[in-house]
T-cell receptor
Framework: GAGVSQTPSNKVTEKGKYVELRCDPI?????LYWYRQSLGQGPEFLIY????????DSGLPNDRFFAVRPEGSVSTLKIQRTERGDSAVYLC???????????FGDGTRLSIL | KNEVEQSPQNLTAQEGEFITINCSYS?????LHWLQQHPGGGIVSLFM???GKKKHGRLIATINIQEKHSSLHITASHPRDSAVYIC??????????FGTGTRLQVFP
């Protein structure tokens, strides 16, 4: 498909485990964004990339969270030593360039038991 | 106080009614987005605007920069319009700041 693809769509794991969430942006989109949405809330910004570099990571809640985009396309959000409070839907979006409308994936629903 | 406030939080309507959802923000912005989120999480971008008014089908979005206020209108509402509508503002580095959303239910 031509949209933003996120995998897995659902992830259930135990407290303390490590998780990786993947985002495949629309081909050719240089900007990629990660957001987190808790139940009943609007999404919250985590980090965004312009090309391979993290242009703004001010939304990452602590150093357990890290994201990479090594080739300027696919991005992986990594969470170490997961906590129950990390349970949320993690959304990825991409845009052709900064300042243009963002196209969202369907999200990964992460549940920490 | 949230930087982006939406009202109402919940809205029910009968099919055919005219609907208005409001968004107020307290920070300087470069653009404002209206987004639609269906159950299951998928988000669709409806509008991005920085001034004036935009129209797409039965949807109209307006923004008043001086008053820091935007409205989303739906004319001739339909049950398939039922969703959560989210206002988000874009600042400096391009990150979006989101409102908590308005849950709309349109009944036949």
């Amino acid at each position: 498909g031509a949209g933003v693809s996120q995998t897995p769509s659902n992830k259930v794991t135990e407290k303390g485990k490590y998780v990786e969430l993947r985002c495949d942006p629309i081909s050719g989109h240089t900007a990629l964004y990660w957001y987190r949405q808790s139940l009943g809330q609007g999404p919250e910004f985590l980090i965004y990339f312009q090309g391979t570099g993290a242009a703004d990571d001010s939304g990452l809640p602590n150093d357990r969270f890290f994201a990479v985009r090594p080739e300027g396309s696919v991005s992986t959000l990594k969470i170490q030593r997961t906590e129950r409070g990390d349970s949320a839907v993690y959304l990825c979006a991409s845009s052709p360039d900064i300042g243009q409308p963002q196209h969202f994936g369907d999200g990964t629903r992460l549940s920490i038991l | 106080k949230n930087e982006v406030e939406q009202s109402p939080q919940n809205l029910t309507a009968q099919e055919g009614e005219f609907i208005t959802i409001n968004c107020s923000y307290s920070v300087g912005i470069s653009a404002l987005h209206w987004l639609q989120q269906h159950p299951g999480g998928g988000i669709v971008s409806l509008f991005m605007l920085s001034s004036g008014k935009k129209k797409h089908g039965r949807l109209i979005a307006t923004i008043n920069i001086q008053e820091k206020h935007s409205s989303l209108h739906i004319t001739a509402s339909h049950p398939r319009d039922s969703a959560v509508y989210i206002c988000a503002v874009r600042r400096g580095t391009d990150k979006l700041i989101f409102g908590t959303g308005t849950r709309l239910q349109v009944f036949p």
